[in-house]
């Protein structure tokens, strides 16, 4: 059964991506009503807290803790059938070992009864420890292709993470810089999901040949709002 | 007297005298009493004793010498503290407040009578402030318990070493000066500075330094250990994350600021004795002596405000002094780049800038009495000649003593009809003592002279808004209260490395939900809290007026400065610049006095008085370490032009008289210095067992009593000592005189059409304060509302 936006009262920004109707959640995931979808990618579990657990909690503590409970409102609030984490969920491939008992059991908790699906990344080529879910490095649902890294030869349809977008503008000399979903209609391209996981603004280089210069839209993830920006905007 | 650049092993040399008299001396029998404290050591920083305990034990049992050491500090428990009062150490390590407590105890004589040395760490550190005008009186103390005891005080270079031998002896009668003994070593390896040379572009404003983050992290994996300094509490926690944002190595960065909990800065020193961490983001809290062994790289975020303050902290890498340190200044923006530069300049000549002695504190004082009559009965004659024989004090004329006097034992002239202010009384034997044995223990939560930021507990609670719980959760760490009052429920910010939501404030603890905001509402950054030193600022005046002093300068600064030469003026190092120029529909005056923000900013409240006064119509100003800007309504330069008002009577000194004190009638600030003031000498009390007061309280309280002593008591001891606070403290109104008598005829003023380089710094201040929380989102809304309408 499709999600009703209104019904949910979320501040979910639509969009029309490859013919499919999307909703993107200022907090930072992806939903596809139409099939009960929920994307967060790069969740960078284990990145901070991966030295404590070796050397004493020195380290920016709960980090995990922050981005699962995070994720648990998302899941909460659009109760998908399935759910994608669209690589780089573990910050190391041994990451997944370290998970504090707590944070493994939350997680176990927002697996129950919903199709997991751990699509690979490059920081976690190998499929999580004793976690579950199904493991694969694409995922195809219908025009859509979900991976983790963008490939640089063309393809339509494809929603991928792995660059942490991120945005910038400028408006009356003040500047304004936030995570942002980015997509010239045919690529879309995610931004991290986890706590302490920078961001790269797409001005970058590291996004030459990606998209369409000119078709360029992002869009911002405001304190509780999305804000649809064109790529003319955005400065450096 | 010591002093010894860093590295050279002045603390150990310091405790070599006491090693060798313990050593020597016959152990105890089984059964006959323990003989107490022989040496006492007392650091500005609790961090710096224990770490003092570590490296002083390692030498006793390797030599098996058998002396106990042991700290005691605010962090240690309290049962630990009672059987050290029974049965205490050789050598006890410790903090000027708790010296004061000691000694405000009646079993004081008896707890010290064997006590032979005190050794003063860092001593130049100490001196400057209200802790060290209390420090030399409860040394005035000891020396009474112990006439013969030894002092030694040790010290990083300072510009006028006779300061500090004089503190250290008892001082003889008034016009006389006595000074120790002193020993200075010269020398030690010329540190290795560099200022960061970035690709990319140094910004006009601002203090995250965030441009150079990238940099910043190659050169944490380019070396082994790298301790990163910054100035202030919310910088540390920006660096930080920022900083694990693009941690892509995982390395092991950690962070150690004075308002985290006190379990995790153990861990994070402990680990970094262990060498397990390769970057640590630290504050002040870090950079006085601790010997961190193995680090080899100092990094310096922002500006270091003051040659001093640079040498000392760049001395942390490596920690020997037959090698050079490394280190890297990391300028947040352009101004910093050039007060960098003259730093590094300042630091090769070996410059010192500590900031002069002030004489002894009147608020402190009338603690300290209230303190003496804690520990006993005394005499005021007696008491009167133990305080000026220590040095602050040495001045401290009878007239002021008695005042004091009468402000504990009345609360002073308009205090007298009110009990609760009659602390201490004279009795028919002639003795000062206690009213009532309940004032010692009261005494005891208020001792110290600390109240500058009082602290609030973070606690975090699960739930958000209107069910938030207001008791209970884990603690956080403490975090100023003055900053919290600054928020609103709702507000986000960073601490200890998360982004935290802003619940409420209920008695001592405001109560934080963890945020999901990537971007928190970081405090706008208190530059204040170090003013740029008049030794550096002179300096920065010196390269804008002087090309070769610019050589060293980065291209793109020295560009900026160049067209500044072009398009406007650029000052003569004794001259002050004044633009005035029109900008969207209002007109700025921007004045470059750099003389720090504090005096910036009563600059500014005088400024915009008289600008008022002559109809100039001023609606703000905002004020940096470096410039002033004040905006208005009207055209400055037409009227400059017209002479509806002069520079020279718009800059002069008499604007500290009248309307300074005008000003000062209706400020908030003032205010507050009383606060501190009154509450140091016991007025109003910050701690009670089981009520705490916040600083919200105490305020408004404090408030109605300044009232009523500014009507009924103006000469009243606590506004007297209000008063030469704020001459120094908050205000700086000392500095700002003296800059308005420097330049009295040398104001340069150019009327412009447009802004100047350099006045783009400080414009872009402007306003700078409100673009965060809500407002970004304005100007997000704002930009996607465009777009549709072009859509």
Partial sequence: MPLALEEAELPAMEMEFQGETLLIDPRGCLVWPKENLLVVSDLHLEKGSSHAARRGSFIPPYDTHATLEQLALCIADWQPKTIISLGDSFHDEDASLRLPQSCRLALRQLMEAREWIWVCGNHDPLPPENLGGTFCTEMMMGPLNFLHEPKPQFRYGEIAGHLHPAAKIRRRGKGVRRRCFASDGRRMIMPAFGAFTGGLNVKDQAYDGLFEISDLQTWFLGKDAVYQIAGDQLVA | MLIAPTGAGKTLAGFLPSLVD???????????????????????????????????????????????????????????????????????????????????????????DNL??????????????????????????????????????????????????????????????????????????????????????????????????????????????????????????????????????????????????????????????????????????????????????????????????????????????????????????????????????????????TPPLLSGSLDVLAQHILGTACAGPFHADGLFAEITSSAPYAELSREQFDQALDFVSTGGYALRAYEQYAKIKKTEDGTWRLTHPAIAQRYRMNCGTIVEAPMLDVRLTRKRGKNAAFQGGPILGKIEEGFVESLAVGDTFLFSGNTLRLEGIREAACYVSKAA????????YAGGKFPLS????????????????????????????????????????????????????????????????????????????????????????????????????????????????TLSGLFDEDMLG?????????????????????????????????KEKTGRQMTVSSDLIYDVLRSHDPNHILLQATRADAAHGLLDVRRLGDMLSRTKTRIVHKGLEQISPLAVPIMLEIGRESVVGEAQEALLEEASSELMRIG
């Fill in chain 2, 116 to 353: 032979q040395t005190v050794i003063f760490d860092e001593l130049h550190s100490l001196v400057t402030s209200k802790r060290g005008h209390l420090l030399a009186l409860g040394l005035a103390r000891l020396r009474s318990f112990r006439p013969d005891l030894k002092t030694i005080g040790l010290s990083a270079t300072v510009a006028e070493p006779d300061d500090l031998r004089r503190w250290l002896v008892g001082q003889p009668e008034l016009g006389e000066i006595a000074l120790s003994e002193f020993v200075h070593l010269q020398g030690g390896a010329k540190p290795n500075i560099t200022i960061l040379d970035s690709e990319e572009r140094v910004p006009w404003s601002g203090h995250s330094a965030r441009y150079a983050m990238g940099d910043v992290y190659r050169a944490i994996k380019a070396h082994g250990t790298t301790l990163l300094f910054v100035n202030t509490r919310s910088q540390s926690e920006i660096l930080f994350q920022e900083l694990w944002n693009i941690n892509e190595d995982t390395l092991p960065i950690a962070l150690h600021h004075g308002s985290l909990d006190v379990s995790q800065r153990r861990k994070v020193e402990e680990a970094m004795q262990r060498n397990e961490l390769r970057a640590i983001v630290a504050t002040s809290t870090l950079d006085l002596g601790i010997d961190w062994g193995d680090v080899d790289l100092v990094v310096h975020v922002g500006a270091p405000k003051g040659a001093s303050r640079l040498a000392q902290r760049i001395g942390r890498a490596n920690h020997r002094i037959d090698e050079p340190s490394r280190a890297i200044l990391v300028p947040a923006n352009r101004f910093e780049v050039m007060e960098c530069q003259a730093a590094l300049n300042a630091n090769y000549l070996g410059a010192q800038d």
């Fill in chain 2, 22 to 112: 313990l050593a020597q001396t016959p152990k105890p029998k089984p059964g006959e009493a323990k003989r107490g404290i022989h040496t006492l050591y007392i650091s500005p920083l609790k961090a710096l004793a224990v770490d003092i305990k570590r490296n002083l034990e390692k030498p006793i049992e390797e030599m098996g010498l058998g002396i106990d050491v042991e700290t005691r500090t605010g962090d240690t428990p309290v049962s630990r503290r009672q059987r050290q009062k029974l049965n205490p150490p050789q050598i006890m390590l410790t903090t000027p407040e708790q010296l004061a407590l000691l000694i405000a105890n009646k079993d004081a004589p008896r707890f010290f």
């Fill in chain 2, 658 to 690: 009248d309307d300074l004190e005008a000003w000062l009638d209706e400020s908030f600030l003032l205010k507050r210095t009383f606060r501190n003031c009154a509450t140091i000498a016991g007025l109003i009390e910050r701690r009670f067992p089981g």
């Fill in chain 2, 517 to 524: 905001d990537t971007d928190p509402k970081v405090p706008a």
């Fill in chain 2, 534 to 645: 008049t030794y550096l600022a002179d300096l920065v005046r010196g390269m804008l007026a002087n090309e070769t002093e610019r050589k060293d300068l980065p291209p793109q600064v020295r560009e900026w400065i160049e067209i500044q030469k072009l398009k406007s003026i650029l000052p003569k190092r004794d001259e002050l610049l004044i633009e005035t120029f029109p900008k969207g529909d209002r007109y700025y005056l921007v004045a470059y006095p750099f003389e720090g923000r504090m005096a910036h900013q009563t600059l500014g409240m005088l400024l915009t008085r008289r600008l008022e006064r002559a109809r100039a119509k001023p609606l703000g100003f905002v004020a940096t370490d470096y410039a002033i800007a004040v905006w208005g309504l009207r055209d400055f330069s037409a009227m400059i032009d017209k002479r509806e008002i």
